[in-house]
Structure formats: C-alpha cells, structure tokens
Nanobody
Framework: VQLQASGGGLVQAGDSLRLSCAAS????????MGWFRQAPGKERQFVAA????????YYTDSVKGRFTISRDNAKNTVYLQMNSLKLEDTAVYYC??????????????????????WGQGTQVTVSS
C-alpha cells in the first residue's frame, strides 16, 4: 500500500480543512486507516482511526466533536474533516494503514506500531 496525503494548508483559528489520503494497492479496502500528527519537537500523536468499512471510528479526546474520519473504498481514499481548528492543531498530519490487523481496538490502533504503511505527511498550520 502506498499512501499520498494532501489537503493541508494555512488557515485561521475556527476555520475548516479536509485532508485526503489516496491509497494504492489491493489491500486498502480491508485496511484499518489512521491519521496521526506531529508538532515540532513532539512525538507523533494519534488523531483518529477508521475500520475497514467506515462503520467504526476512534478519536483522540482533543479532536472529538471537531474532526471526522471517513473513507471511500471505491476511491481508495480516507479523509479527515477538521472543523473549528485551533492553534494547537498545528502539525504535520500523516495517514497510515494497518493492512494486517482484523480487530479494531482503540488501545491498538492509537499506537504508531500498529501501522505498516505511512504517507509522507501534509502540513496544517492554524494561525490566530
């Protein structure tokens, strides 16, 4: 699976942005997909994950109610809709694929170790 993230940019606090992650490879439709972010000087942090058919999702507490992860398996794409953006959302956002796991459990999918494929990252900068 190859992943290509896009959609980042410079926005003001309160604005919205939608990230996309286009995937290639036959295993996308069965893969757990996740979004992570990494701010300068900080570790990569879990943001959201979605199971293979989009029916189950997890979010980190700081984005609940503001961000929505979704996927379109017909387009091999996963999305992260980000609303009400805050300064602290500024980071490089990465999409990731877990192509081997069948079980969708929060304690597992929130870890970077669960994922075997990563996109290149897209910068999101929120200004005041």
């Amino acid at each position: 699976v190859q992943l290509q993230a896009s959609g980042g940019g410079l926005v003001q606090a309160g604005d919205s942005l939608r990230l996309s992650c286009a995937a290639s490879g036959r295993t996308f439709s069965s893969a757990i997909m996740g979004w992570f972010r990494q701010a300068p000087g900080k570790e990569r942090q879990f943001v959201a994950a979605v199971n293979w058919n989009g029916g189950s999702t997890y979010y980190t507490d700081s984005v609940k109610g503001r961000f929505t992860i979704s996927r379109d398996n017909a387009k091999n794409t996963v999305y992260l809709q980000m609303n009400s953006l805050k300064l602290e959302d500024t980071a490089v956002y990465y999409c990731a694929a877990d192509s081997a796991r069948a079980n969708f459990h929060f304690t597992v999918v929130k870890s970077t170790l669960a994922y075997d494929y990563w996109g290149q990252g897209t910068q999101v900068t929120v200004s005041s």
